[in-house]
């Protein structure tokens, strides 16, 4: 297969959401955009996918590239539905993935459950042992591991891990009894933990190694499905899939590390951030995208989002590959509000989902959810739910919240709709502060990415809550996660364990990986078939004092640091994270870390709000007036975002209405757009 550029051809990003799979097709050439949002099929998402692009015109066999974010293994993960595996490890260690690290799924509590990804009785162990240092101290017993992987073929299982003690200081063992596996095993579904994680940490390693064989089989399936149905439509080049890390990957390739794919969706909307950010001049970002069920955040600083190779999807899942580092939260427009036991009103995390939904919704909804209280208090247009199952007045919500909310609160039903709106604030704010605050950012240094359907509702309540001065809305808030897959880099990363005290460390070492990291990426991208405009190199290492637990990622200056270079610059990164100088205490040098990044070219984002919608004055993109609850009732002007004239600005209170979202701009506050038509609200003294 080969691939054209996409800033020469037609390149559609699609991504999957719970509800909603989203399109959007730029054809540079004609310079044009198509978007489209059609319910997702749970049930094979690639009939969404293919009724995307239907719903969109697309003529697929025109198409020079698609990009595709799945939630095929983050459900698949979260929900359990994985495919048999079986595990085949060192003699004496068949429990590691179920003792972990010795922690509870709750902090207090006589009991709480847990149910490793792999069952014991298809845990299968073999004689054979490596030390710490890669020495050979039993050799692998090749007939044991033959009878193992033959009994778990018997019992049915799709996939197998093999996953040796130490193997990332020496996978001899691991890639011989792969070998020995594969004359044996029916598929291709063989993970071995070094090859996954090259790190230290058996627990850590051996869950990411599960993760990825029990999902492996439902990707290839999928992936191979999808192409099946796009190649008889006509399409003849490559497909990409997100990785969690923002970075795509060949089709073709994606399933031998289909952990990679986990959080591929969160991920995609937030390089679509990093991306809009650049090019309006904005580098540092705390991206907020809000959907029905949840709300998650991340932080980007100089255009960069925050990698994590530390990322626990659910307690004792850790999945130690990259990914971007998205926080969630239980807070979204479906978010249930309710007086609990205690007299106190709480808002989420129990969600009213899509069905029934919420209240507004008309299809049965009962129960008061965040929705429902921007509907009451004017932020949203009730005339967009007329057209429900069974429409629900406003004065039915009302009676609702005064009923349910109001009354045990002493409040009536707009106060209680008040104090809805100001928890999930409270609410959303705390997770931004664990993507900034915990991290040793100051969220006052920068702007807040509102994204999502539900994000520019409450984007200036929260940035006034942080104390962040600005709020960048982009031109499609609803398809950002679709626009990240269009934008998003070729990339790929790498780890391998040195974990040796820093003053023992050969930094010959140290050259040597980074050097086999770069040239393995370089090879891995040129081998995509998708051209790039440059490569970018980011090295780093993660560090530790001696004797603690956790690492700090250090990124590096250069591809060949000295041993000074390396104490220097942890001791700058600690101080940066905690504010203390510990001269006295001994770092360690863990893991060398590499990224390789091929960028891709340029797309042009003023495309995606029509220049012939505009209006040539302000007045003209009013669409009318209605009362808006800003600490009591505002009569508040009510605009067409695709009509905004481009040199527009707007002073609150105001409400810009879209096809995929609502924007709300609060008292004393100003906004206007730049070339690319995104919204700039600068927050006033009285917002």
Not at 133 to 139: D, P, Q, R, W
Not at 161 to 186: D, G, T
Not at 631 to 659: F, K, S
Request: proline share 5%.
């Amino acid at each position: 297969m080969t691939s054209k550029s996409a800033s020469s051809g037609i390149v559609a990003g699609i991504d999957v959401g719970g509800t909603f799979t989203d399109l959007v097709l730029f054809e540079s050439r004609a310079s044009t955009v198509r978007l489209a949002k059609v319910p997702t099929t749970l049930e094979d998402q690639s009939v969404g996918v293919v009724g995307a692009l239907d719903a969109a015109g697309a003529d697929v066999a025109a198409l020079d590239l698609i990009v595709h974010g799945t939630t095929t293994t983050t459900n698949a993960v979260l929900e359990r539905r994985l495919c048999k595996t079986g595990l085949i490890t060192t003699m004496g260690f068949r429990d590691v993935l179920e003792l972990g690290r010795r922690t509870r799924p709750n902090a207090y509590g006589m009991k709480g459950d847990f149910r490793p990804l792999i069952p014991r009785d298809l845990r299968m162990e073999v004689r054979e042992r490596m030390d710490a240092s890669g020495a050979e101290l039993v050799a692998l017993d090749e007939e044991a591991l033959r009878a193992a992987v033959q009994a778990l073929v018997d019992t049915g299982c799709e996939a197998l891990v093999i996953h040796f003690l130490h193997a990332y200081a020496n996978p001899a063992h691991e890639l011989r009894a792969a070998e020995i596996a594969a004359e044996i095993w029916p598929n291709g579904n063989i993970t071995m933990g070094h090859a996954l994680l090259s790190e230290s940490r058996e627990y850590e390693r051996g869950v990411t190694a599960a993760v990825n064989a029990s999902v492996q089989p439902l990707l290839r399936r999928y992936v191979e499905r999808l192409a099946d149905k796009l190649a008889q439509r006509g399409y003849a080049h490559d497909l990409l899939v997100m990785n969690g890390n923002g970075g795509m990957v060949s089709a073709r390739i994606v399933a031998r590390e289909a952990a990679k794919t986990v959080m591929s969706g969160p991920a995609s909307g937030v390089m679509a951030a990093a991306y809009t950010g650049r090019r309006a001049g904005i580098l540092d970002l705390l991206t907020y995208d809000m959907g029905g069920t949840s709300t998650d955040v991340a932080m980007i600083r100089g255009a960069e989002p925050a990698v994590s190779h530390e990322i626990e999807i659910e307690y004792a899942m850790p999945i130690h590959v990259p990914m971007v580092d998205v926080r969630t939260v239980g807070a979204g427009g479906g978010s249930i509000a309710k007086v609990n036991a205690a007299g106190l009103l709480q808002v989420g995390p129990d969600s009213a989902g899509s069905t029934p939904g919420p209240i507004c919704y008309g299809r049965g909804g009962t129960q008061p959810t965040i929705s429902d209280a921007n509907l009451l208090l004017g932020r949203m247009d009730p005339a967009k739910f007329t057209t429900a199952e069974a429409p629900v007045t406003l004065e039915e919500i009302r009676g609702i919240f005064a009923k349910e909310l109001g009354a045990p609160l002493g409040l009536d039903a707009e106060a209680a709709a008040e104090a809805v709106l100001r928890i999930a604030t409270a609410k959303m704010a705390d997770a931004v502060r664990m993507v900034s605050v915990s991290l040793g950012e100051d969220p006052r240094d920068f702007a807040l990415f509102a994204f999502g359907g539900a994000g520019p509702l409450h984007a200036s309540a929260i940035a006034r809550e942080l104390g962040v001065p600005h709020v960048l809305v982009p031109a499609r808030p609803g398809i950002t996660n679709a626009l990240g897959c269009v934008v998003a880099d070729l990339r790929h990363d790498f780890v391998n364990t040195v974990n040796r005290p820093l003053d023992a460390v050969e930094i010959e070492t140290v050259h040597a990986l980074l050097a086999d990291q770069i040239a393995a990426g370089c090879a891995a991208i040129a081998a995509e078939a998708v051209e790039v405009s440059d490569i970018r190199i980011l090295p780093s290492v993660d560090m530790q004092f001696i004797g603690q637990t956790h690492l700090l990622r250090v990124p590096l200056e250069s591809e060949t640091p000295s041993i000074e270079d390396l104490r220097a610059l942890f001791a700058a990164a600690y101080y940066r994270r905690f504010q203390v100088d510990l001269p006295e205490i001994r770092p360690a040098l863990v893991n060398v870390n590499c990224s390789v990044i091929g960028r891709r070219p340029e797309i042009d984002l003023g495309l995606l709000i029509d220049a012939a919608a505009r209006r040539e004055t302000l007045d003209a993109a009013l669409t009318g007036h209605r009362r808006v609850w800003f600490d009591g009732w505002h009569d508040t002007p009510v605009y067409w975002r695709d009509h905004l004239p481009m040199n527009a600005t707007l002073t609150g209170p105001a409400i810009i209405e879209q096809m995929d979202t609502t924007i709300v701009l609060e008292p004393g506050a100003r906004a206007g757009q730049d070339k690319d038509g995104n919204i700039l609200i600068t927050l006033g003294a009285t917002a």
